[in-house]
């Protein structure tokens, strides 16, 4: 079992960056490809990035690709997300998740909200 609690949200102006975080407790995180998702309201869920369990592979949505970084820190148990020169459509609940493959998300965060003005 893995608690994931994110941190880190709020509101910026377009154009600004921003680093969350997610922090795991309970169990270790380092079996687990760890990935961020976010929700916009009325939309569907949708992939953000990943990275496999040491770290040496990330993934990226085409939306985000080159704007932001996904990291991990096996020893604090906390993965990060930063995200540079964001876009009003990057406006979002941003939600952790822990899978065992990268298709296939077991935990879930309760999410931290990232607001964009123009």
């Known amino acids: 079992q893995v608690h994931l609690a994110e941190y880190g949200g709020g509101s910026v102006q377009s154009g600004d960056s921003l680093s969350i975080a997610c922090t795991a407790s309970?169990?270790?995180?380092?079996?687990?490809?760890m990935a961020w998702f976010r929700q916009a309201p009325v939309k569907e869920r949708e992939f953000v990035a990943a990275?496999?369990?040491?770290?040496?592979?990330?993934r990226y949505a085409d939306s985000v690709n080159h704007r932001f970084s996904i990291r991990r820190d096996n020893a604090k148990n906390t993965v990060y997300l930063t995200m540079n020169n964001l876009k009003h459509e990057d406006a979002a609940v941003h939600y952790c998740?822990?899978?065992?493959?990268?298709?296939?998300?077991?935990?879930w965060g309760q999410g931290t909200q990232v607001t964009v003005s123009s």
């Open positions: 990275i496999s369990t040491p770290g040496l592979t990330t």
């Open positions: 309970v169990d270790t995180i380092s079996s687990y490809v």
């Open positions: 998740a822990a899978g065992s493959s990268w298709d296939r998300y077991i935990f």
